[in-house]
């Protein structure tokens, strides 16, 4: 069996956390603007930090598994 926790974790904050998909923080004329499809470096720094802490906290602090019987 494998463990695809991780993997799934992985991709579902990724698509939740690409900057200007559903929000971006920092905005370009507010501090959260959603759903503009617009990023800018300093956007992209701030989700990548945020993907990063919550990465850690579910995979090493939590211990998300999912496993799949093939």
Same mark, same amino acid.
């Given at each position: 069996?494998s463990?695809?926790?991780?993997?799934?974790?992985?991709v579902v904050?990724?698509? !939740?956390?690409t900057?200007?998909?559903?929000?971006?923080?920092?905005?370009?004329?507010?501090?959260i603007e959603?759903?503009n499809?617009?990023?800018s470096? !300093?956007?992209? !720094?701030v989700?990548?930090?945020? +993907?990063?802490?919550?990465?850690?906290?579910?995979?090493?602090?939590?211990?998300v598994h999912? +496993?799949?019987a093939s």
């Amino acid at each position: 069996m494998s463990d695809w926790g991780p993997v799934f974790v992985a991709v579902v904050l990724f698509i !939740l956390l690409t900057p200007g998909l559903l929000i971006q923080v920092p905005g370009k004329s507010r501090f959260i603007e959603f759903g503009n499809f617009q990023t800018s470096g !300093l956007s992209i !720094l701030v989700h990548s930090i945020i +993907y990063f802490a919550l990465i850690c906290i579910f995979l090493l602090a939590v211990g998300v598994h999912v +496993y799949i019987a093939s």
